[in-house]
């Protein structure tokens, strides 16, 4: 029997989530799987991706073979370079400590990239922000400007209006005494 490890989608049209899981070759996509060794949402910036790794590591050094999307998100979160640290310990290169000390490296160095893209599409964000706030005030401005030569002859008018209406008071105050 041959495995893959491969995505079953999961989520609703326009909204896809993946399942990771290793299953027979010879399955449907949706259907039959031996064990699910993770998820996938790529629906979030960046990607959310939950995988346990020493399954995946498990299913590697068993013949499993992963599609290309999968072999993707495995060495983005490590488990080919946790696999192939497992190599060189099973050969005498290595020794187990030495390994997981390579691989805590590389997880630490990982979180660090992610961080800082993450930090940055938040600093993105908040720059696109303030400059739609400067353009929609800049309008704003430049709409009360287009306005302001209107409501001046408006309240010139009124102006004109009080000081007549005041006028016409003040000659029948004047006529009644």
């Given at each position: 029997m041959s495995?893959?490890?491969?995505?079953?989608?999961?989520?609703?049209k326009g909204k896809?989530?993946?399942?990771i899981i290793a299953a027979d070759a010879r399955s449907?996509?949706?259907g039959k799987y031996l064990e699910q060794i993770g998820a996938y949402n790529p629906n979030t910036n960046p990607a959310t991706i939950e995988l346990d790794v020493d399954s995946a590591v498990k299913w590697l050094q068993n013949?499993?073979?992963p599609t290309d999307t999968v072999r993707g998100i495995l060495s983005y979160k490590g488990a080919l370079l946790k696999n192939h640290l497992a190599g060189g310990v099973r050969k005498g290169a290595l020794t187990e400590e030495q390994a997981e000390a390579k691989f805590t490296a590389w997880l630490e160095e990982k979180a660090q990239k992610v961080d800082a893209k993450s930090q940055d599409l938040a600093k993105a964000d908040a720059e696109a922000k303030e400059k739609a706030f400067e353009a929609e005030k800049a309008a704003n401005e430049a709409r009360i400007a287009a306005n302001?030569?209107?409501e001046e002859e408006v309240?010139?008018?009124a102006?004109?209006?009080t000081t007549e209406a005041e006028a016409t008071t003040e000659e029948a105050s004047k006529e009644e005494e």
């Open positions: 495995v893959k490890l491969r995505l079953q989608r999961r989520g609703k896809p989530y993946y399942w449907k996509r949706d013949g499993a073979q302001a030569p209107v309240a010139e008018e102006v004109e209006e």
